[in-house]
């Protein structure tokens, strides 16, 4: 049977369909499905491709370049590849374009130059900033362009030892029909940018904008076409930016850099268990000390619960920086292995400062955070919380347990609450509330 090769696709979404339509069922745009040719097979049919020994396979130390700012190195796995496609992701006005100029420029004042493409602000906008972080250097080249293949020309013309595009959503491509900013663009575009940064063993930046929701505007498929994706989480109300890394195909995922923004840029924090803890208050129900493993390192964190009455109607459950569902069962352990009657109250549950958890090991934090508002106790001032909670209300083992209480050692909290120290959640309690 012959098999129908023709595919529609849409220009603004990037959803495909085996038959043209007026209107496409999933952005809901009008007349934007276009014919699309599918790939061509790369090679003539009938040639083998030659596989080779493994000890022919050449090897390459991977060689990285400092930014200049050891906290962007260490979210990028310790500096900058040959020809490493990284994308930086994170709301509007979070800082993308103040750490790259940052970086920019201590990347020019030693022997390295810069490539700058700014494509959404103009080149006296960025003088304006540039000035505000006391940015001076020759060898920091910018320009003003959005058309990609203007851009991969200019880079070939100038060879420079990183090249920054600010921002991919803002770049196209003169020879694809749909505007910019479309799926089709921004995909076309950052396939070229990865391109030339392959050929020309360049690193390259691409800034993206992510949305409220969190996802990155344009095509999740670009996260597939580069190598590395490290995000500002949360929003720009919080004094604190952490750059995480959320793929990385030259060092670590989960790696979390941290930031306060000031008048002169973006300033690394080299402690921040000290930050996240500095406004915790003494001696109140409702918090609890954590100590959290984000990428390589632990960092303590002060986990907030209120037990409240509801105001109305159905009890409310609110996490931040804790998953809702792992809040819903913890919320399920308590009532049911420690007795605590949480069914008919609500329950916020927030990680202070902005981090959002992601590890189990968490959970005997929150659970304790919970029972000190439920119970109107505070948890003693020098107690660090560690464990994941099972079903059945015992603690389970999490990783790295030494490095976590040598952090909260370090910090003066000298208790810690262990699964090695307690086996189940109610002696964890006994011990806290006793
Ligand atoms: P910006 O880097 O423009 O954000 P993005 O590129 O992610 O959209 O950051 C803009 C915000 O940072 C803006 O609200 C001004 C603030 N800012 C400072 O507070 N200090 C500074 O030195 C700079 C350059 C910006
Ligand atoms: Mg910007």
């Excluded at 490539?115 to 940015?135: H, K, M, P, W």
């Excluded at 995909?187 to 409220?212: C, D, F, Q, W, Y």
């Excluded at 095509?219 to 919080?238: I, K, M, S």
Aim: a neutral charge; one cysteine or more; hydrophobic letters at 40%.
């Amino acid at each position: 049977m012959a098999r129908n090769l023709t595919v529609f696709e849409c220009t603004a979404c990037g959803y495909q369909s085996p038959k043209w339509l007026g209107r496409c069922p999933e952005c809901g745009a009008w007349s934007t499905l276009e014919q699309s040719s599918p790939d061509k097979p790369r090679s003539a049919p009938g040639t083998a491709a030659r596989p080779i020994p493994f000890p022919e396979i050449p090897k390459t130390g991977v060689s990285r370049t400092s930014t200049g700012i050891p906290e962007l190195d260490r979210v990028l796995g310790g500096g900058l590849v040959p020809g490493a496609a990284i994308l930086l992701g994170g709301e509007p006005g979070i800082g993308k374009s103040t750490i790259l100029l940052q970086a920019a420029s201590l990347l020019a004042s030693g022997d390295h130059s810069v490539l700058y493409v700014t494509g959404e602000e103009s080149a006296t906008q960025l003088r304006l900033r540039g000035d505000r972080l006391s940015v001076k250097e020759k060898s920091l080249l910018v320009l003003e362009e959005t058309e990609v293949d203007r851009i991969t020309a200019a880079a070939k013309d100038n060879s420079p030892a990183l090249l920054i595009i600010d921002s991919i959503q803002a770049v196209s491509c003169s020879d694809v029909a749909s505007v910019p900013g479309s799926v089709a663009q921004v995909r076309e575009s950052a396939t070229r940018l990865v391109r030339l940064a392959k050929s020309t063993n360049l690193p390259v930046i691409l800034v993206g904008h992510v949305t409220k929701e969190g996802g990155l505007a344009g095509p999740r498929a670009l996260e597939h076409v580069v190598d590395t994706v490290v995000q500002f989480e949360g929003d720009r109300h919080h004094a604190h930016r952490i750059l995480r890394t959320l793929k990385n195909r030259f060092g670590p995922s989960d790696e979390i850099g941290v930031f306060r923004m000031t008048s002169q840029g973006l300033l690394e924090v080299p402690n921040p268990s000290e930050v996240f803890l500095a406004e915790r208050p003494e001696n109140v129900p409702g918090s609890a000390v954590h100590a959290a493993i984000e990428g390589t390192r632990p960092i303590l964190v002060e986990i907030q619960a209120l037990v409240g009455e509801p105001m109305q109607g159905n009890p409310r459950r609110t996490a931040l920086g804790i998953d809702s569902q792992r809040l819903a069962l913890i919320l399920a352990v308590l009532q049911r292995r420690a007795g605590l009657t949480l069914s008919d109250r609500d329950v916020f549950v927030n990680v202070a400062g902005g981090l959002s958890l992601t590890e189990p090991a968490s959970d005997l934090a929150v659970a304790a955070a919970v029972a000190s508002s439920f119970h109107r106790k505070p948890i003693p001032q020098d107690w660090a919380l560690i464990g994941e909670l099972g079903l059945a209300g015992e603690l389970r083992s999490v990783s790295r347990l030494d490095a976590r209480i040598k952090e909260a050692e370090r910090l003066g909290f000298n208790q810690t609450l262990t699964p090695n120290r307690a086996k189940h959640l109610t002696d964890a309690l006994d011990a806290l509330f006793r």
